[in-house]
Each structure stands twice: as C-alpha cells, then as structure tokens.
C-alpha cells in the first residue's frame, strides 16, 4: 500500500473520530528560537535546517492538527538556514494542506522574519520588534595591532582574492565592493520572499520596508508586515474554538546530549580539545550577545 493512500486512510479515520467522540482540534506548535546558523556551540544552541527540520515533520504529522503554528523569537542569522527552513514550511504546508501561523515573540528580525513569511499569516506583541529587512556583515580591522606587538603575519594563498578581507591587513576597497555586491544579491532575495509572501498586505514603500529598519509589532500590523497582534492562545482560540490543543513539538536531542547541556563538550577526554570547545562556546555566546543587544535585549 502506497504512503499516499495510508496517508488518505488515516485522515478519513481520524475524522471519523473527531465527529463521533467530538475531540477537539489541534494546532502543533514549533518554537524557533535563537540565532539561525548551520554551527552551535557548547554555550548556546543555533537554529538550524537540520536541527528544526524533525520537529516541523512532527507537526504536520500530528493527528487532528488542522494547522501548524510557528513562534519565532529570533535576531536573525544566516540566510541560507532560514530560507531552508522556510522553504520546507512551505513544502509540508502544501503537501499536509495545513495553514501555518507564525507568531513573534521579543524579536522576529532579519532571518527571523524570513522564517516568519513562510507562514500564511504572520501575528506579534505590540512591543515585539519585528523587520531588518536587510543584510549586515561587521567584524575588526587590526591592521597596527602586530607591528605593536612585533609579530610578523604570514599569509600564503592561491589565489590573488583569497585572502580578502583579512582583519589584520588595511582595509581594500576593491575587497568592500566585492563584499557589497555579495550582500546585494543576498538583500535581493530577502525582498523577493518578502514581497511573494505578504503582496498587497504591504502598506508602505519598498524604500522604507526594505531599509534595514525594524519596527514595534504595533507598527508592523500599520506597515503590512504582520496580519494581527496577539498571543498564540488568543488567535488560535478564535480561530478554532476554546478546546483547541497546542501541544509543543520540539527538536529532539540524543540521550547523552539531553545530560548534558553543553552537549558533545562532555564527550571528549582530551583537555585541550574541552579548553578549545570552551573558547568557541565563549566567542559564539558573545557573537549572540551582540545579535541580541542590536535590539535592545
């Protein structure tokens, strides 16, 4: 028997005894919270395709659940991870024919609200803060720093833009524009998504919405960027009556890595791999401390 006609059977199944024992509908939530990126550290957890992905597949799978909701408090991250994981929203929105509702919490910002577009309708806080519809690369210039401390840099590459941007060398503006087109193409896909998935619902100039700005959850709802304000509980309730259940489907972690919270730091018995594992950890908590910070939390 093939996965679609199971699949037909199960519905027909789980309809008939939603109506004879009158269970109340369901609306699976899946939180997306923190920094998007494909990495992670001991110090902190990163939204990623890979570690969203089984939890979304859960959802969707969820008996009764008549759509799937979203709550999104991120700052943002990489581009890539968040279309990935908006790309397979949609996807299994399609093929379950399942809504999804994205729901912003402190922050729905840059990747975050990538992510966010992928839903049908789109709510916030009024005080969320909600937009940076842009991209963004910073970092350090020390280009003085080793002639101070008398150490000589040396670098050897193949390729005569392989060693771009190079913190320690003086800045190249052939290197910025290079940069700038990247950011660009990047930017332009953002405003695409964005412009596919909220259309007419927008109620301002690209110039504006497109600025890299963020706004209140408050002035989102006057921009277009989001349908509504309210919580989880509150829409969803409307939407589908005071028994509606919203069980949480979380990404699940491995027996060992559920001991221990810095995951794979405990797992190894070499101290100088533990030391590097921490430092890592230390430099990514201050990179998150920063995303977070541009916000004001």
């Not at 992928?118 to 909600?130: F, I, K, L, M, P």
């Not at 412009?195 to 619902?201: K, P």
Request: hydrophobic share 40%; proline share 6%; charged share 25%.
């Amino acid at each position: 028997m093939s996965a679609s006609v199971m699949s037909k059977k199960t519905n027909v199944l789980s309809r008939f005894l939603e109506k004879a024992f009158k269970l109340p509908p369901v609306v699976p939530l899946v939180r997306v919270g923190g920094v998007i990126g494909g990495g992670g550290g001991p110090l902190r957890q990163s939204i990623s395709a890979r570690s969203l992905y089984p939890a979304l597949e859960r959802a969707f799978k969820l008996p009764r659940a008549k759509a799937v909701a979203i709550v999104v408090n991120s700052p943002g991250g990489s581009p890539v991870q968040a279309a990935l994981i908006a790309q397979r929203l949609r996807e299994l929105s399609e093929e379950k024919n399942l809504p999804v509702y994205a729901f912003c919490e402190d922050v729905a910002a840059s990747g975050g609200y990538w992510i966010a577009c992928a839903a049908d309708e789109v709510y916030a806080h009024e005080n969320s803060v909600v937009g940076s519809i842009g991209v963004v690369s910073a970092g350090f210039g020390f280009p003085g720093l080793l002639d101070k401390l008398g150490v000589e840099r040396r670098v050897h590459a193949s390729g005569e833009r392989k060693a771009m941007l190079d913190p320690f060398r003086p800045e190249d503006p052939e290197d910025v524009k290079h940069l700038e087109a990247l950011q660009e193409d990047v930017h332009e896909s953002f405003k695409s998504i964005v412009r596919e998935r909220r259309g007419e619902r927008l109620k301002a100039s690209e110039d504006k919405l497109f600025s890299g700005a963020f706004w209140t959850g408050k002035t989102s709802l006057e921009l277009g960027l989001v349908d509504g304000l309210g919580t989880p509980r509150e829409v969803l309730r409307k939407r589908f009556g005071d028994r509606v259940k919203t069980p949480q489907v979380e990404a699940q972690r491995g027996w060992l890595r559920r001991r221990l919270p810095f995951g794979t730091l405990g797992d190894s018995q070499d101290a100088p791999a533990r030391a590097t594992a921490w430092a890592s950890g230390v430099i990514s908590a201050l990179e998150e401390r920063a995303l977070w910070g541009r916000y004001g939390l």
